[in-house]
């Protein structure tokens, strides 16, 4: 499942808009049903954000071919990584 900059722009207004406590995650895997989607902690993810916001790190994941990896490439995109900030 590619990323539209539809689907950019949506998460984009979620993150944005993230208040400390709030279930971004459940929100996000509602809006986009067929996304795998983990959380964790900024720590624990040593590459470059995709896009970063005040509460988030957003990476995108790319497990098309077997092995998963972070990409940059939103055609690519099969997960998000969202990464909360301490």
């Known amino acids: ?3 539209s900059e539809a689907d950019l722009s949506e998460i ?3 993150l ?5 406590g709030a279930p971004v995650a459940a929100l ?4 986009f049903p067929g996304m795998s989607l983990t959380q964790c902690d900024s720590t624990d993810v040593t590459e470059a954000p995709f896009r970063s ?17 972070v ?6 995109a099969t997960g998000l990584i969202l990464a909360r900030r301490g």
């Open 53 to 69: 916001y005040p509460g988030f790190e957003l990476h995108l994941l790319d497990s098309a071919d077997h092995c998963a990896h």
């Open 1 to 3: 499942m590619a990323l």
């Open 12 to 14: 984009e207004s979620v």
């Open 28 to 31: 996000l895997r509602q809006k």
């Open 71 to 76: 990409t940059d490439d939103p055609s690519r």
């Open 16 to 20: 944005s808009a993230a208040v400390p």
